[in-house]
C-alpha cells in the first residue's frame, strides 16, 4: 500500500510540474485522479453540487494558474496541497454566502463524527495515519468537534448548535484540541 | 498580532489564528480578516501553510463522489489561454442557453432596473453571484466565473495585473445567431459600461480596465448580455444578460 501511495504521489507532483510548463493533458491527468476526492470534500462543505461544481472549477483553473507554486521538497503532498486549495475554494464560497441553503444531512448522516471508514486508510499516505493517531489520542470530543469543523466547514457558532454545547465550551475543546495535535505532530 | 483570549476559555491555550483559520471555524469576518492577512503578514501564511500541512491529511477519511461527466470539458475550455473551443462547444452552449433562459427575465428585469435606475445600488448587487473577492497579494491572477443565476459558468474572465491585461474565454457560453455576446462592467451603484463584443467560440484579450487597477476587493461586476450584431446601439445592454461574476483571488 505505501508504495502504491508513493507512487501515485510521484505521478501527482509530474503532472503538477507539467502542468506548470502549460500542458492541458497533465491537468486532464490529474483531475482523473483526484477530482472525485476533492469534489466530495467540496460538496460536504457547501451540500450543493451545482454550487460544488462551480467551486471544483476554480479549483482547477486555480491549479492551472498556480501549478509553478507548489513545491514538493517543502515536504507537503500534492494531494494535500489540492486539497487545501479545494477546502479553501470552498470555505470561502460559504463564508461569502449569507444564510446556508442545505445543511448536508445524507453526508452528515453517513459518517456522523466524520470518522474515517477502515478502508478508506489501507490508501491513505503517511502523514495521514500520523494524524489519525494523534487524533485518536485526543479527548474524543475535541477530536469529534475538530473532524467535524474539518468536514462541514461550519463556523464556531454553527458547531456549537450543532454539538448542542456552549459556545465557550466549544471554542475550548478545538483549541486544547487542536494545541494537543500540533505537539503530537511535531513530536 | 496579539492573540486575543475567549472570556469562556481562561486556562485554555491561545487562540492559534492560523488553525482556526485553516480548520475553518471562525465567522466570516475573522475568516475574511485573516484570509486578508495571509498576503501581508509572512509568518502568519507560513503558519497557515503548516496547519494546512497538519489537518489537510484528514481528506483521506472522506468520501470520493464523482462530479459531473461534462464539468472536465467545462474546465478545459475555459482554462486561459487555450484555444480548445473545439466542435462539441456548441452542443453546451445550446444547453446550457436552455439552462439559462429561466433565469434570463429575471436577470433582465434586474438589469432593466438598473439601466432605468442608473445610480441604484441594490439591483446591481443582487445580480451578484456568491463569489466574493478576496484581498489581493503581490501580483495576484484574478478569476471571475461569469454564470447566470443558477447554472453552468457560462464565461470565465481573468486578470492579469502584472501585463495589464484581461482575457475572457467562453465555457458554456449561449452564442445565438446573428447576434453578438457583449461584456460590460457595472460598477457598484453605476451604469454598465461597455467593454465590447467578445467572441463565443474563442479567448478574447483585451487591455484592463482601470476600474481594476486598484488592489484589494474588487466590487465591480462583470455581465455579459445578448446584443445585435456588433453591439449594443445605445451604449447600454439592451438584450438579456445571460451571466454575471466578479474578480476572485486565486
Given at each position: 500500500m505505501a508504495i502504491a501511495a508513493d507512487l501515485e504521489r510521484v505521478r501527482l507532483v509530474r503532472a503538477l510540474q507539467r502542468v506548470a510548463s502549460g500542458e492541458a493533458a497533465a491537468l486532464e491527468d490529474i483531475y482523473r485522479r483526484t477530482s472525485a476526492k476533492l469534489f466530495g470534500v467540496i460538496l460536504r462543505i457547501l451540500g450543493d453540487r451545482n454550487e460544488a461544481e462551480d467551486v471544483l472549477q476554480e479549483v482547477f483553473v486555480t491549479v492551472w494558474n498556480r501549478a509553478g507554486s507548489y513545491d514538493p521538497s517543502r515536504g507537503v503532498s500534492p494531494i494535500t496541497w489540492l486539497a487545501a486549495v479545494a477546502r479553501n475554494r470552498a470555505i470561502d464560497r460559504i463564508r461569502s454566502r449569507s444564510t446556508r441553503p442545505t445543511q448536508p444531512l445524507e453526508a452528515a448522516a453517513e459518517t456522523p463524527d466524520g470518522a474515517a471508514p477502515?478502508?478508506?486508510?489501507?490508501?491513505?499516505e503517511d502523514d495521514a495515519r500520523r494524524l489519525a493517531a494523534c487524533l485518536e489520542a485526543l479527548d474524543e470530543r475535541q477530536s469529534s468537534a475538530i473532524r467535524t469543523a474539518f468536514f462541514d466547514g461550519v463556523t464556531y457558532e454553527a458547531l456549537a448548535v450543532r454539538l448542542g454545547a456552549p459556545l465557550g465550551t466549544v471554542k475550548s475543546w478545538i483549541r486544547r484540541g487542536l494545541a494537543s495535535l500540533r505537539t503530537c505532530l511535531e513530536a | 498580532m496579539s492573540p486575543s483570549l475567549d472570556?469562556?476559555?481562561?486556562?485554555?491555550?491561545?487562540?492559534d489564528l492560523a488553525a482556526e483559520y485553516v480548520l475553518g471555524v471562525l465567522s466570516p469576518e475573522e475568516w475574511r480578516d485573516a484570509d486578508r492577512r495571509l498576503t501581508a503578514d509572512a509568518d502568519f501564511a507560513a503558519e497557515v501553510a503548516a496547519w494546512e500541512a497538519r489537518l489537510?491529511?484528514?481528506?483521506?477519511g472522506a468520501e470520493s463522489v464523482a462530479p459531473a461527466t461534462d464539468l472536465w470539458p467545462r474546465i478545459r475550455r475555459s482554462l486561459p489561454a487555450n484555444d480548445l473551443g473545439g466542435s462539441d462547444g456548441n452542443v453546451n452552449f445550446w444547453r446550457s442557453l436552455t439552462a439559462a433562459s429561466a433565469f434570463i427575465a429575471v436577470v433582465c428585469l434586474t438589469l432593466a432596473v438598473v439601466t432605468g435606475r442608473p445610480s441604484g445600488p441594490q439591483p446591481v448587487a443582487r445580480a451578484v453571484p456568491s463569489a466574493h473577492s478576496a484581498t489581493a497579494e503581490v501580483e495576484p491572477l484574478q478569476v471571475a466565473l461569469l454564470r447566470?443565476?443558477?447554472?453552468?459558468?457560462?464565461f470565465v474572465a481573468t486578470l492579469d495585473r502584472s501585463r495589464k491585461l484581461m482575457t475572457v474565454s467562453p465555457g458554456a457560453a449561449p452564442a445565438p445567431k446573428g447576434r453578438s455576446l457583449e461584456l460590460w462592467m457595472i460598477p457598484p451603484g453605476g451604469a454598465p459600461q461597455p467593454l465590447g463584443v467578445i467572441p463565443s467560440d474563442h479567448s478574447a484579450k483585451m487591455p484592463m480596465?482601470?476600474?481594476?487597477?486598484?488592489?484589494?476587493?474588487?466590487?465591480i461586476v462583470l455581465a455579459v448580455s445578448i446584443e445585435p450584431k456588433g453591439g449594443s446601439p445605445t451604449g447600454l445592454p439592451t438584450g438579456p444578460v445571460v451571466a454575471t461574476g466578479r474578480f476572485n483571488v486565486v
Open positions: 477502515a478502508w478508506a486508510m489501507l490508501e491513505a | 472570556p469562556h476559555a481562561a486556562g485554555d491555550p491561545p487562540q489537510t491529511p484528514l481528506i483521506h447566470p443565476t443558477h447554472g453552468p459558468t457560462a480596465p482601470d476600474a481594476f487597477a486598484g488592489r484589494g476587493d474588487t466590487p
